[in-house]
């Protein structure tokens, strides 16, 4: 099936430490997004990428790292200077740059214990 | 930047009635609008969009309309049934800008 694939869905992280969101996408899509999510707000990008080994920030970068070596893969890392990290995380793809229809995946949520 | 501000947060309605949901946006040049719904727990999912050349577009129970003038935008959903239960969220973008998204409207359709 072609899609986005997040992982993993559920990530408890001590204070202090990086980790790592997974997300794979077989859509052939140029562009692929992280985007967080906070309850009572909107969608909030983090970091986009419209080409491979090419990447920018977007709203709320600080705290956070990517890569994106291949197409179909946009790592996220959550680093310990991000002062709130537990959140609920979103990747997304689209066929072409900003502005286009974006398709998301199922969603990470990371919780800091 | 684009800002976008969705109403209502929550909205209740019986099953069979309609439901709208409304947003406005800031910026003049945006011309793409799409709207989502997202189920507990999962991804948002693209349900319709519109583009600035096109007043309303529909597809079956879901319309949206879109207001260039006013700047504002809005969902439609008729004959409301309980699986259209779930947040919905508005988004806008212009070329080549990031997508914009609104605060989230909460739907529950009682029985």
């Known amino acids: 099936d072609g899609g986005i694939t997040q992982s993993p869905k559920y990530l408890f992280r001590k204070e202090g430490q990086n980790v790592t969101l997974s997300c794979e996408q077989n859509?052939?899509?140029?562009?692929m997004y992280w985007y967080r999510q906070d309850p009572g707000q909107g969608l909030r990008l983090i970091y986009y990428?419209?080409?491979?080994?090419?990447?920018q920030k977007g709203d709320i970068a600080e705290g956070y790292s990517v890569s994106r070596e291949k197409k179909e893969s946009f790592p996220l890392t959550v680093t310990s200077a991000q002062k709130n990290p537990t959140a609920f995380y979103l990747c997304?793809?689209?066929?072409?740059?900003?502005?286009?229809?974006?398709?998301f995946g199922e969603g990470s949520w990371l919780t800091v214990v | 930047g684009e800002n976008v501000e969705q109403h209502p947060s929550t909205l209740s309605v019986q099953e069979g009635d309609s439901a709208v949901i409304k947003c406005t946006y800031s910026?003049?040049?945006?011309?793409?609008f799409p709207w989502y719904k997202q189920e507990l727990g999962k991804g948002p999912q693209l349900i319709i969009d519109?583009?600035?050349?096109?007043g309303e577009k529909k597809d079956q129970r879901i319309a949206v309309t879109l207001n260039k003038t006013a700047k504002h935008f809005s969902l439609h959903i008729t004959e409301t049934q309980p699986e259209d239960s779930a947040v919905y969220f508005c988004?806008?973008?212009?070329?080549?800008?990031?997508?914009?998204f609104g605060t989230g409207t909460r739907l529950q359709v009682t029985l």
């Open positions: 859509l052939n899509h140029d562009a």
């Open positions: 990428s419209q080409i491979v080994n090419d990447f």
């Open positions: 910026d003049s040049a945006s011309n793409y």
């Open positions: 997304a793809s689209s066929i072409g740059g900003l502005g286009n229809t974006i398709y």
């Open positions: 988004a806008a973008s212009g070329t080549a800008s990031k997508l914009t």
């Open positions: 519109i583009r600035s050349n096109v």
